[in-house]
């Protein structure tokens, strides 16, 4: 069964860049059928979406974090990641990474999440 | 504050039914037929079961049924099971800045 795993710092100062990779397992991750993305939790809230990738390269993020998101994707290592620029606290969040089906409104895969606080 | 509108608790005893709303607007669950539930046990790892407001992956239990009227779907689970218990997300396809909006969740109590 597919898995994914989230990995990387789980604290982050304020003003600097949050980097995590997402590892997939058990699966490829350049199936045209599939776009593999990024969510997080804040504290206290809800879910959002940040962002996509397709194997090709394609990126599609949430516009209210465009200016300071970048996803990518690493096929030779089955892995895509995630770079969040600037960030201060409200950036932190329990950050999953998931896969959606081409096509589909649905996120059928999903890592465990990690949880990266963003503090001096 | 979440785009979609969950209630914050919901409980029930074993083999009880208990229903979860997810309210939003014409822009999303009203007006897509894209509205998914995923069961997020803590520490692991969110499962998609509902999707597309009515279907169930292969795997999930029938105990399990969504529905939509309106701007609000619904999650009813039948038979309730202590297995169960977790927190549940609605997400929908929206029109809005973003493609997917998620609900706040809401933390079932078995009890």
């Known amino acids: 069964q597919l898995q994914l795993q989230e990995s990387g710092p789980g604290l982050v100062k304020p003003s600097e860049t949050l980097s995590l990779t997402c590892t997939v397992s058990?699966?490829?991750?350049?199936?045209?059928?599939?776009?593999w993305g990024w969510i997080r939790q804040s504290p206290g809230k809800g879910l959002e979406w940040i962002g996509s990738v397709y194997y090709s390269g394609n990126t599609y993020y949430n516009a209210s974090l465009k200016s300071r998101v970048t996803i990518s994707v690493d096929t030779s290592k089955n892995q895509f990641s995630l770079m969040l620029s600037s960030v201060t606290a409200a950036d932190t969040a329990v950050y999953y990474c998931?896969?959606?089906?081409?096509?589909?409104?649905?996120?059928?895969?999903w890592g465990q999440g990690t949880l990266v606080t963003v503090s001096s | 504050q979440s785009a979609l509108t969950q209630p914050a608790s919901v409980s029930g005893s074993p083999g009880q039914s208990i229903t979860i709303s997810c309210t939003g607007t014409?822009?999303?669950?009203?007006?897509?037929?894209?509205v998914s539930w995923y069961q997020h046990h803590p520490g692991k790892a969110p499962k998609l079961m509902i999707y597309e407001v009515s279907n169930r992956p292969s795997g999930v239990s029938n105990r399990f049924s969504g529905s939509k009227s309106g701007n609000t779907a619904s999650l009813t689970i039948s038979g309730l099971q202590a297995e169960d218990e977790a927190d549940y997300y609605c997400s929908s396809y929206t029109s809005g800045t973003t493609p997917w909006v998620f609900g706040g969740g809401t933390k079932l109590t078995v009890l």
């Open positions: 014409s822009s999303d669950v009203g007006g897509y037929n894209y």
């Open positions: 058990d699966g490829s991750i350049s199936s045209g059928a599939y776009y």
């Open positions: 998931a896969r959606r089906r081409s096509g589909r409104n649905l996120f059928d895969y």
